[in-house]
């Protein structure tokens, strides 16, 4: 959506405009460096009621309930925005698609579901994707591939590649994702 229909959109007012302000302050939060589970409760409020008929504006909402309810590990809310997601990720803009198909890879490996995370990591290729969370994904495969090596190898690549992420706030929950897969390894060594 443009700047001027955006402008448009909140002089109407209504529940867009309150969904799209709830995902402003969500994006401002994260970008500063709070992280998903600490974000501010109206906003988390505002999202979980959207009800908007826009599809992107519907995706992006889910797209950050997910990586709150990831966070706070959630296993029923993971399930849910992940079922929501996989139903409207063909209305998403093309060129932003590969991060839901990331975040979905994430999900599947959380659930112990290979064959979906696969699936997902293929579809994921190119696009606009913050890399450090790919190569999280492509770790978690590798990880549940019986891998170790590559995994390994991947994780420390996302480490690296955080240094240059533009979302402090999801950051962190990289972060702590890539420690799971490094507290696995060094479990199954011992």
């Known amino acids: 959506m443009s700047d001027g229909m955006q402008f448009m959109d909140v002089l109407k007012g209504g529940r867009a405009s309150l969904e799209r302000h709830a995902q402003l302050q969500i994006l401002a939060q994260s970008l500063d460096g709070i992280r998903p589970r600490n974000w ?3 906003a988390i ?18 797209m950050l309930l997910l990586a709150r309810a990831m966070d706070c590990r ?12 996989e139903k409207s990720v ?3 803009p093309a060129s932003f698609r590969q991060s839901i198909h990331v975040e979905l890879a994430i999900c599947a490996w959380l ?3 290979i064959d979906a995370v696969r699936k997902h990591l293929k579809s994921s290729q190119g696009g ?8 999280l994904a ?7 591939e019986g891998r170790d090596a590559d995994c390994e190898r991947d994780r ?5 590649a955080l240094a240059n992420a533009s979302d402090a706030g999801q950051s962190k929950l990289t972060q702590d994702q890539l420690a799971m897969l490094e507290l696995r390894i060094r479990d199954e060594r011992t």
């Open 90 to 92: 063909a209305g998403y």
């Open 74 to 85: 959630h296993a029923a809310e993971i399930a849910r925005y992940q079922a929501l997601l």
């Open 156 to 160: 420390l690549l996302a480490i690296k």
């Open 138 to 144: 492509k770790a978690a495969l590798a990880r549940l």
């Open 40 to 42: 501010d409760s109206w």
């Open 128 to 135: 606009i994707v913050e890399e450090s969370r790919r190569l």
């Open 111 to 113: 659930a112990g579901d």
């Open 45 to 62: 409020d505002e999202l979980s009621r959207a009800d908007s008929t826009d599809p992107p504006s519907h995706t992006g909402s889910w």
